[in-house]
């Protein structure tokens, strides 16, 4: 264009920097963000936009944010692509500042913010901001938040919060996206009701695509369930579904309750030689806790030292954990000894291993390591449960008291208690009367 003599004008750079994105090219965007300023283009707020949407997919955020805070007007669509980018690469408290501070918002400003939130682990956040939305009576939630919720749902086990959820998905058509219909299998799954995930599965019927199968056959292994799960995986295979490695995951981890080792190295053997899968740390950590709890310690030990990649803090976590449960110490020692290094700040390991020198009466081992704990002090954080109550999650620990209605809720179970001491012919107590 430009050897044509052609000159090009803010929308000419507007793709311009689209085109970087999506190349993953930020010295050509530089280029390119320097020949639009000498154009004297740096007025139009769809080109300025399009570039601080570059610099933050491309994580150049503090090149972001300068463009950002040196812009005279800025619209919804610019804040967006600001905290899109904060939230992609983590930093999620900078991300609300911005959403906090918007003059106004969008369903992509709120699913941003859910999904940023969702996709780093704070799940409850999302929950709170997901509710928050439906009080703006001028937005409305679409495919995009649908399926970005139901993972916070599902990993809190907000299972009455996501039933309304897929209500809404229904009642608005969006069970045509197969997103939501994965996201809400996913839901029932995590939160145990593997009768409802079983009835969507074959609800969607021939639109099943890979991630409904594995979806499918890690929660039935998840649950225990892995006579069914390894069905489900010959099924997949008999229709003609090519798996991936995450189905893989979920079949090798079917036989992990059942104790199937033999149909575990047969799996770890097949997605190699028959559908030229490389077998991941994830595959060598599923064939060790299957090993692990089938008490073949020695064999999985044996495993871990002939991967082809250097072993995880998880790796060996998963051996000292079966070493606990099959009471070897000497491989528990090994196993402690590499945890330490990857992970010295953990007191979990530390304790598992100070219970098995007291279950083995390895008093002086037990000493040693209480030693080691307060010397280095390292201290076990305060173990916490989420309980789902009339569509809020509750967070508490152990003896917790913050709850405004704590003295009730331990009246309560003060009562409960006396009454199991008892025998419940004797005892004609109406609790639900008591709770009112």
Known sequence: MRRQGCSPNPHSFTFLFAACTSRSSPIQGRIFHVHFIKWGFNF???ALTALVDMYA??????SARKLFDEMEMKDVPTWNSLIAGYTKNGNVEEAFKLF?????RNVISWTAMISGYSQNGKYANALTVYKEMEKDKGVKPNEVTIASVLPACANLGALEVGQKIEANARANGYFKNMFVCNAVLEMYMKCGRIDRAMQLFHEIGRRRN????NTMIMGLAVHGKGDEALKLFNQMLGEGNAPDDVTFVGAILACTHGGMVAKGWELLSLMEQRFSIVPKLEHYGCMVD??????????AYDLIESMPMTPDSVIWGTLLGACSFHGNVALAEKAAEFLSVFEPWNPGN??????????AGRWDGVARLRKLMKSSQITKAAGYSFIEEGGDIHKFIVEDKSHQKSNEIYALLDLVTTILKFDESTIDIDLDSIVE
Request: hydrophobic residues 45%; contains cysteine; proline residues 5%.
């Open 44 to 46: 139009d707020i769809y």
């Open 57 to 62: 997919k491309m994580g150049l955020l503090p």
């Open 100 to 104: 906090s501070a918007m003059p106004s």
């Open 210 to 213: 890979l991630c409904s199968w």
């Open 290 to 299: 299957l090993l692990g709890r089938a008490g073949k310690l020695q064999e």
């Open 350 to 359: 530390y304790v598992i291993l100070s219970n098995i020198y007291a279950r």
